[in-house]
Structure formats: C-alpha cells, structure tokens
C-alpha cells in the first residue's frame, strides 16, 4: 500500500511518537532510497570519526540525479532480505544524534519554493502516513515547528536550501548532463570535504562565506565552514562552465 501524504500548515497540530515502545520501531529503516545531502555526509563522518572518503566507499553509492545531472549520494543498504540501514540496530539508531534531515523531518516532509522577484523562500509540509506505521496512535500533539525544534532539524533544512539554490543554478545555467570530468569534479567539493581541503586543483578557496568564518589553507577551518566553501566553488565553478560552453 501507499503512503497517504496529506498538506500540513505549520500552526496545525499532529500526534506522533517512535520509540521502542511502539511495535513497529525500526521498520521505517530499511527498503529506503536514501539519499544523503552533503550536509548529511558531513555529520555522520563527524559523528564515525572517519574521513569522507572512507565513509563514501564504505557506506554510500553514487549516482546521477536525473532531473539535474549532479551527482547524488545514498546509503548503501544491506544485501539482505530487510534490506536494513546500515546504522540499524534491534535497539535503534546507531547515529541517531547524526542522522540525516530526512530521518529527522519524518513523519513530515519538507520542501521549498523561491518568490522569483523577491528571492524569499517559502516552506511547504506535508504528512506521511505509511501502513504500517502505528507512532499516530501516541504521542503528544504538536506543530511543525515544535517538531522541528525537537528533532534539530533547522541546521540541517538551513544548508539544504543552499543545496537547493545550487541545483536550482544548475538547471538555470547549465541544464543538461555533466561531462563526468564536470561531475567528479563537483562530487568531491560537495561530498569528500577531506580531497576537496587538499587537492590543490581546486585553487585558492582562501574565501570566508560566513561573517566568522576564518579563511582555511591545508590544515584550516572547521568543516562546516569548508562545507560552505566547497558550495560557493560549485556555484562559481557553474557559472564559469556555463560562460566556457556560451
């Protein structure tokens, strides 16, 4: 059966609860297509203490988002029959304090829209109902907002929506398939932070984004400000592919 996935606004109110307590815990985290965003990457290698380049080949598989040619990274899922999360145990979430937005966000789902004139996003909530999920039957009722404060969701949803601006740059100014030289390129920047820190091919990236954010050489800045730098090469590497191929 499907999902049924109803509009909510943010002062209306929903029940909801998952713990061990509720009989189908876990069942949300397997047969998933999981993608991760980068910001979702850079928590979980934080919280396992790996370099990215070690979380990406162990956890993750790379593909194309059809719809924008960028890659897109996922969670590689067990090869067994529950085909489970890589982070699931029978007692929960092995990287709860790291897991990604979208294990946060639910049971809601979040998007955006941009006013073309003024540039002000405007969210937009929904609520997911899946069969098989019995966390409606409990809980305290609650607004979006409460929930988002709860769950810590607003560092997660403030980067995403730089990613958004991204493929939203990338539809505008460069539609189409990448060159995969183009889309290596872009993968490593947004996703393996720890190559993107120390390949010199990527130029002078000495460029602060944020008013305390400190600029970074080979052993700089913290990860989020790198983060936030690797954004800003994708967005100026676009524009300069776009102008090459005019």
């Known amino acids: 059966m499907q999902p049924f996935v109803a509009p909510l606004e943010k002062h209306q109110r929903f029940r909801f609860t998952c713990s061990?307590?509720?009989?189908?815990?876990?069942?949300?985290?397997?047969?998933?297509n999981q993608a991760l965003t980068p910001y979702d990457v850079l928590c979980l290698k934080q919280f396992l203490k790996m370099s990215s380049g070690d979380f990406l080949n162990r956890y993750?598989?790379?593909?194309?988002?059809?719809?924008?040619?960028?890659p897109v990274v996922s969670l590689r899922f067990s090869d067994a029959d529950d085909l489970a999360c890589p982070f699931v145990s029978d007692a929960g979430c092995r990287v709860y304090a790291a897991r990604p937005a979208s294990c946060r966000t639910y049971p809601l789902a979040r998007g955006v829209s941009r006013d073309r004139e003024t540039g002000r996003l405007t969210e937009h909530w929904a609520v997911i109902r899946e069969p098989h999920c019995l966390g409606f039957n409990n809980g305290h009722?609650?607004?979006?907002?409460?929930?988002?404060?709860?769950?810590?969701?607003?560092?997660?949803?403030?980067?995403?929506?730089?990613?958004?601006?991204?493929?939203?740059?990338?539809?505008?100014?460069?539609?189409?398939?990448?060159?995969p030289p183009e889309k290596k390129r872009i993968y490593t920047a947004l996703y393996d932070l720890d190559t993107f820190r120390n390949d010199p091919s990527y130029g002078d990236r000495n460029v602060a984004t944020t008013a305390?954010?400190?600029?970074?050489?080979?052993?700089?800045?913290?990860?989020?400000?790198?983060?936030?730098?690797?954004?800003?090469?994708?967005?100026?590497?676009?524009?300069?592919?776009s102008a090459e191929k005019a």
């Open 20 to 32: 061990p307590h509720v009989t189908c815990f876990n069942a949300c985290c397997r047969n998933l």
């Open 141 to 179: 009722r609650q607004t979006v907002d409460g929930w988002v404060d709860d769950q810590q969701i607003a560092a997660h949803n403030r980067m995403n929506d730089s990613l958004l601006e991204l493929i939203s740059l990338k539809n505008r100014f460069r539609p189409g398939p990448l060159m």
């Open 60 to 70: 993750t598989e790379e593909s194309t988002g059809p719809g924008t040619g960028l």
């Open 212 to 241: 305390d954010a400190q600029p970074f050489g080979r052993s700089g800045t913290g990860e989020l400000d790198l983060l936030r730098v690797a954004m800003d090469w994708v967005r100026n590497y676009l524009l300069t592919v």
